[in-house]
């Protein structure tokens, strides 16, 4: 759902229920991102067969050196995803073989994070490290619009993705207003007795603004 603000976060360990998530719930939302969980449980193979019913945003946040930060990128691509989330802080180098490595793979960096960490201190750094190595789009927390916004005025017109609503205790029309392009929602999704009606509510809620 190519209009979709919603980026569905598929945070669990089992294939069936991953795939069946998937299959149900890609006509909802603009893509779906995993993470560790799902990948050391089924192995990289279950990027190719995400990808059958979305696109595919893998949660790595890779935080190595270039070499270590390239290999990993060029394999995620070789099994069809369609983004990769890299820390930031690593540097303008490791970002910039992340971003030569992921091809056509869109590299988005984390610059804040929806918890409090070390990196709060230099996010204004990050942001322009970032920019300076071509990355596709930031991350960057919907749970502290405050700093959302900051990290908006500063970045220009560069895609944002924003964890951080619902089991976080963000609020999806906030983040929007300060500069969020699409929102990460996990758990507030899988875990509802309706899955498919709860990215409704969201879709909803985001076609408000």
């Known amino acids: 759902m190519e209009d979709s603000k919603i980026i569905f976060a598929l945070d669990v360990y089992d294939r069936d229920t991953g795939i069946e998530l998937a299959k149900n719930l890609a006509d ?4 779906i991102k995993v993470n560790w969980p799902i990948i050391l449980e089924n192995g990289i193979k279950i990027i190719s067969e995400l990808s059958k019913y979305s696109k595919i945003i893998c949660d790595f946040k890779l935080a190595d050196v270039e070499n270590t930060d390239k290999l990993i990128t060029e394999k995620v691509a070789q099994y069809g995803a369609w983004g990769i989330i890299s820390h930031a802080f690593t540097g303008i180098k490791s970002l910039r073989a992340v971003v030569k490595s992921a091809g056509q793979m869109k590299v988005f960096s984390v610059v804040s994070m929806s918890q409090e960490s070390y990196i709060d201190n230099v996010y204004d750094k990050l942001v322009d490290d970032s920019l300076k190595a071509g990355v596709f ?4 927390p919907a749970n502290r619009p405050d700093r959302l916004k900051k990290i908006r005025d500063i970045s220009g017109d560069i895609k944002i993705i924003a964890p951080g609503v619902g089991a976080q205790g963000g609020n999806i029309i906030s ?15 899988y875990d509802s007795p309706d899955p498919i009606g709860a990215i409704k ?3 909803d809620e985001a076609t408000k603004l």
Request: aromatic share 12%; hydrophobic share 60%.
């Open 28 to 31: 909802q939302v603009f893509a």
């Open 137 to 140: 789009g930031l991350v960057a």
């Open 175 to 189: 983040a929007i207003m300060a500069g969020a392009d699409y929102i990460i929602i996990g758990r507030s999704i």
């Open 201 to 203: 509510k969201f879709n």
